[in-house]
């Protein structure tokens, strides 16, 4: 079948998160291996023009997240994550390098890594590195070269475009740079034995000795934490997060209509209390997605937003897994029964950087908000 490219907003981005959302849920069993990669999944993405479809509507492309509130990219993230965490995982951070490019990129560079995208490359965010060891972008007799590595990289020997952050001598900031890779090389995975998300094939890349043209360079050193778009993005991740969440609300559910345990009044009390939280957390996302895409708050509050987001779906998460695992018992815990990969993947992906600090970073600014509570966000509401 043809590869479907959007070139406008009749692309139905929806339909084909459906369309992938189901047959990744068959595959993602076989897939959770040390060494597992949904590859046929990220070819249905391309197939059906998700890879395509955030390029800016200005740039020819369907804007998948540029809709109002967002309510489009978030609906896209939680589906492609109720299929798989692993494949929601890797399209997150294609969505995420496609946004840092129209964000960032000039005129030529958005049309080169544009095109690339309509035509399959698999974009990926690595931004994590061992302390101490990063990854350098340095000149030689030869022009630019890469050495070092990033670890805990998505799609490692699978992404064929990665967009990095290197530290530059003398530079202010980090610059961020999209390189391109050939399948299969440079990645070890030998490190990524994981409790879940096994599939996500999050390895270690090693970028030495890679020479780098001056095209690669996106934007101006520390452009990439630049706020409040560096804090803001994470309502992306907890829109992924909040599809394995409900993935997990489900096979609990059908678990206890095919074992006829659901008239028990704790088993009840105990899925509505899981209910309670899944609707909190999409009424999270939906207030995250709003406020960034409305971009109507000052930086500092719009950060605190996200921070709570994050941390709500997180905590939605957690609640659901030990629900969950009350409500089945031993059997969720067994090999084969859908609750066991379900639940691995999830309280992996739920592990995202400083969580503590995305808590008292949002109460400071709530504390020195002053006013009324009910108005702390105005103005970012859905
Ligand atoms: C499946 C998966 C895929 C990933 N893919 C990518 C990718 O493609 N690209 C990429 O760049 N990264 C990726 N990451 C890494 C991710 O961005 C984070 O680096 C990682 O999830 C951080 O998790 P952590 O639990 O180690 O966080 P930490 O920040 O180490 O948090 C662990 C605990 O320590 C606390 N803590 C944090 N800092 C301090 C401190 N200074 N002092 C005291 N306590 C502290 C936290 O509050 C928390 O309680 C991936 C992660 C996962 C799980």
């Known amino acids: 079948m043809d590869q479907i490219t959007p070139v406008n907003l009749a692309y139905d981005a929806l339909a084909a998160a459906r369309e992938v959302a189901v047959s990744a849920r068959i595959n993602a069993d076989a897939q959770d291996r040390d060494d597992g990669f949904p590859a046929s999944d990220v070819a249905d993405l391309a197939r059906l023009g998700l890879l395509a479809a955030p390029i800016p509507v200005r740039e ?92 805990f990289a998505s799609g490692a020997g699978h992404v064929t475009r990665a967009l990095v952050t290197a530290h530059r001598a003398n530079a202010d900031g980090p610059v961020m740079l999209v390189v391109p890779l050939r399948a299969g090389t440079r990645a070890d995975l030998s490190d990524w034995r994981a409790h879940g998300m096994r599939a996500s094939a999050t390895g270690t890349v090693d970028f030495t000795d890679l020479p780098v043209t001056d095209d690669a360079i996106l934007g101006e050193p520390g452009d990439y934490h630049r706020q409040p778009v560096f804090s803001g993005g994470a309502w992306r991740f907890a829109a992924v997060q909040l599809g394995g969440i409900e993935a997990v609300f489900d096979a609990w559910r059908e678990h206890l209509t095919r074992h006829g345990r659901g008239g028990d009044p704790h088993q009840l009390a105990r899925l509505g209390e899981g209910a309670l939280a899944v609707e909190g957390a999409r009424n999270w996302i939906a207030r995250g997605a709003a406020t960034v895409t409305q971009g109507t708050l000052p930086s500092g509050r719009l950060i605190a937003c996200i921070n709570l987001v994050r941390l709500a779906v997180e905590r939605a998460g957690l609640d659901v897994l030990q629900l969950a695992q009350r409500s089945v018992g031993l059997q969720g815990f067994l090999r084969g029964h859908p609750l066991e990969r379900l639940s691995r993947d999830l309280a992996t992906y739920l592990r995202q950087p400083a969580p503590d600090g995305a808590l008292v970073g949002a109460a400071e600014e709530i504390l020195a908000a002053g006013g009324m509570a009910g108005d702390l966000w105005h103005g970012g509401g859905p």
Do not use: C, I, M
């Open 60 to 151: 020819g492309g369907a804007g998948l997240g540029e809709e109002p509130g967002g309510a489009k990219l978030a609906e896209v993230l939680r589906l492609v994550g109720y299929g798989s965490l692993a494949l929601g995982r890797l399209y997150e951070g294609h969505v995420n390098a496609l946004h840092l490019v129209a964000l960032y990129g000039d005129a030529g560079q958005r049309e080169r890594l544009f095109e690339d995208a309509r035509s399959g490359h698999l974009f990926g965010v690595w931004n994590t590195e061992r302390a101490g060891g990063g990854l350098v972008l340095e000149g030689g007799p030869d022009g630019l070269h890469l050495r070092g590595a990033k670890t």
